[in-house]
């Protein structure tokens, strides 16, 4: 009964490791940062190695902080960033120090060629892949082709970023499932490489790596990496998942027609089911479960949490101060003056597209604004505005699902800003459902991950364990008093979109002449 297993969160902004116990409960976490380089811009990049690093890093520091008898870990897995590109030599190096991130796109001109090639409404039909298309890996791959062309030819696999460190933990280069639908040419529906779209892209078909399931055990570590990280060589290695699937899966996503709210400096919503949801006007993203022959569909805005931490340094610095100095937390305090505006904010609304706009937007061009003010605003109504644009912007995502699928009646929450119970209570009133808060929190992509790893070492016989292992801390229900003012904020909102479109669509034909 004292059989562990430890779940690598392999994020943008560095690794969270956890050790987690036969029953899905966690023991401990510790979190390692690494960098993100902007050599040019469009241009994102992370060093492999970094990762492996911080693996490495975190693995020790968690033996170090929890005591763990090393011989009761019995298996590991990842969840990772998407749509990385690492190639790796047919003398099994690294070809390239440092790679792009999934937000890269640096691939503008190979993605025209392809849809020179290939109609863009089929293709997304095929993949689901929503994100801006020069983002997907095949594209970043054909970039390689032309940019570096003898390390292209060197190549024998392009693999992904959980991937690699796989790779490092095993010496085997795969994939799984619900990394590979983020590669820009599988077919959702065949569940398998799309060799048409791989022959339009003019790369070669064996740089793809082998898919197999998320909780197949792709090996032992090896006694290189053993030395390494310190963990014995009988720990098995989980091929693990995509971030975002890993999230839906540590968020109840075990069951279709289950849909969740992800509130963290970005936000999405995902709904589970047996289909994909394809709306070639929004362009929801989809990838692969982990769970297989089931999908997550995602709506997301760039800048939620992100918003909020703008208004916090730009506009609260004195809140920042003091809780730099020992006292109350930004946050908290900032919370305290929203509750004292009104619904509504006054009059006030804000449009949180600070990192520009999404595919639910307008434009990709989209950029932010409070509209409404008056000498007789105040900086709570700011705050709240913010907290309010925030819910408004994600409640036009959460209702092209409605288009889809029916009869939901409450909405689970994760991420770092279920920590705010105001903010939930806004949810609950803007949404017009009923808020689940849980003890998972922030742990959901790490919950994810381990149940990959209990499962695939047979200590799981299901994913059912995952819903009772959420404990529900508080359900928010939504105040029938401010349904109108916030319906008539909703349609506000939408045409302060529409304008702030055509505003910078204007500004952009004149700066181009």
């Keep these: 009964m004292s059989e562990k297993v430890i779940s690598y969160d392999l994020g943008t902004g560095g690794i969270k490791a956890s ?14 940062p690494y960098p993100t380089a902007y050599p040019q811009p469009g241009r994102q990049e992370q060093a492999p190695d970094d990762w492996w690093q911080a693996i490495i890093h975190s693995t020790r520091l968690l033996s170090e902080k ?9 298996a590991l897995a990842i969840s990772g960033h998407s749509l990385g590109v690492i190639p790796i030599g047919k003398d099994g190096n690294l070809l390239l120090t440092s790679t792009p991130i999934w937000s890269d796109r640096r691939a503008t001109e190979e993605a025209g060629i392809f849809f020179s090639r290939t109609d863009y409404k089929e293709w997304y039909e095929t993949t689901g892949n929503g994100f801006p298309p020069e983002c997907y890996s095949i594209f970043k791959i054909m970039w390689y082709k ?5 390390q292209y030819a060197a190549t024998d696999k392009v693999i992904g970023t959980k991937d690699y460190c796989n790779y490092r933990f095993t010496g085997r280069l795969c994939t799984d499932y619900s990394y590979a639908s983020g590669s820009g040419v599988f077919d959702l529906e065949t569940w398998d490489y799309k060799q048409e779209y791989i022959q339009a892209s003019g790369i070669r078909p064996d740089l793809f790596p082998e898919i197999l399931d998320s909780d197949a055990v792709i090996g032992t570590i090896t006694p290189e990496a053993s030395l390494e990280t ?11 998942g995509v971030d975002n699937s890993c999230m839906a899966l540590g968020s109840k996503g075990i069951k279709p027609s289950r849909i969740y709210t992800s509130l963290g400096s970005s936000a999405w919503i995902a709904l589970i089911s047996e289909k994909p949801v394809l709306d070639f006007d929004k362009k929801p993203y989809i990838f692969a479960h982990v769970i297989k022959g089931m999908y997550a569909s995602a709506t997301c805005i760039f800048s939620a949490g992100s918003s909020l931490q703008w208004v916090r340094d730009t506009l609260c610095p004195d809140l920042l101060a003091v809780e730099e100095q020992g006292g109350e937390n930004a946050y908290t305090a900032m919370n305290k003056l929203a509750k004292a505006s009104a619904p509504g904010s006054n009059g006030l609304l804000f449009n949180p597209s600070l990192a520009g706009g999404s595919s639910i937007e307008p434009s990709p061009d989209m950029t932010g604004a409070f509209t409404g003010l008056r000498l007789g605003n105040t900086r709570a109504d700011l705050i709240r505005a913010t907290m309010e644009g925030i819910a408004l912007n994600l409640r036009i995502a959460l209702d092209l699902f409605r288009k889809y699928h029916t009869g939901f009646t409450d909405m689970l929450f994760v991420g770092g800003g279920t920590k705010s119970n105001f903010w939930m209570q806004l949810f609950a009133d803007i949404y017009e459902l009923e808020i689940e808060k849980t003890n998972i929190g922030q742990e959901a992509a790490s919950l994810g991950a381990a149940a990959l790893a209990l499962k695939g070492t047979g200590l799981w016989n299901s994913y059912d364990r995952i819903d009772y292992l959420h404990q529900t801390q508080h359900r928010f229900l939504p105040d029938p008093r401010h349904q109108a003012i916030y319906r008539q904020a909703l349609s506000n909102f939408k045409a302060l979109a529409d304008h702030i479109a055509s505003l910078n669509s204007i500004n952009k034909q004149m700066n181009e002449q």
């Design 146 to 150: 032309k940019h570096f062309p003898e």
């Design 19 to 32: 050790l987690f116990n036969r029953d899905g409960e966690t023991l401990h976490s510790v979190f390692i």
């Design 66 to 74: 929890t005591k763990c008898d090393k011989n009761d870990i019995v």
């Design 230 to 240: 310190g963990l014995p060589t009988h720990v098995k290695v989980i091929c693990g």
